[in-house]
T-cell receptor, first 114, second 115 residues
């Protein structure tokens, strides 16, 4: 099955700096890569996603890049703010009949220091 | 705008007790999922339902059963709870039955402790 590895497990940055979180996946059939933000006591919330026919996607201060050849994708947050502090999860979805379940990375705890 | 609603939010059980975790979505989504989240391990899929009337095992199904009651509701049952099932359980839903991945929307979880 699919295996998703995520690094780093913790990341501390100063407010205004950029943060980068990286994930690798094992199954070349994966074609959907979402990123989730989870705040304390809440469920994961989708913040951005990318499909395998696109190399990069941006949404304001957040961007995701995908390298299908190397099987890795990254989340970039620019101009970080204290409210960006949370746990971030990457995930990958394997295509296949009726099966769109996500395989998650182990998470990155981002702390933005004011 | 409720989205995905899970009940209860917290529960403490004794080993061997049974209980059902409830999940309902109001977004008219076809697919629903149950995950568990343990420290340092991300979320792992327990069961999913691609559409009303169908269910399938995920990565960690042992010790659990599910019921897709109708399009809105998807319940998770622990028949005989074990301490290893202490976890946070999340329900999610996604809109379509198409091949390519679709965004999943999560509830806020049920925190379950088994003594």
């Amino acid at each position: 099955g699919e295996n998703v590895e995520q690094h780093p497990s913790t990341l501390s940055v100063q407010e205004g700096d950029s943060a980068v979180i990286k994930c690798t996946y094992s199954d070349s059939a994966s074609n959907y890569f979402p990123w989730y933000k989870q705040e304390l006591g809440k469920g994961p919330q989708l913040i951005i996603d990318i499909r395998s026919n696109v190399g990069e996607k941006k949404d304001q201060r957040i961007a995701v890049t995908l390298n299908k050849t190397a099987k890795h994708f990254s989340l970039h947050i620019t101009e970080t703010q204290p409210e960006d502090s949370a746990v971030y999860f990457c995930a990958a979805s394997i295509s296949g009949t009726g099966r769109r379940a996500l395989t998650f990375g182990s998470g990155t705890r981002l702390q933005v220091q004011p | 705008n409720a989205g995905v609603t899970q009940t209860p939010k917290f529960q403490v059980l004794k080993t061997g007790q049974s209980m059902t975790l409830q999940c309902a979505q109001d977004m008219n989504h076809n697919s629903m999922y149950w995950y568990r989240q343990d420290p340092g391990m991300g979320l792992r899929l327990i069961y999913y339902s691609a559409s009303e009337g169908t269910t399938d095992k995920g990565e960690v199904p042992n010790g659990y059963n599910v019921s897709r009651l109708n399009k809105r509701e998807f319940s998770l049952r622990l028949e005989s709870a074990a301490p290893s099932q202490t976890s946070v359980y999340f329900c999610a839903s996604s809109p379509t039955r198409e091949e390519q991945g679709q965004p999943q929307h999560f509830g806020d979880g049920t925190r379950l402790s088994i003594l």
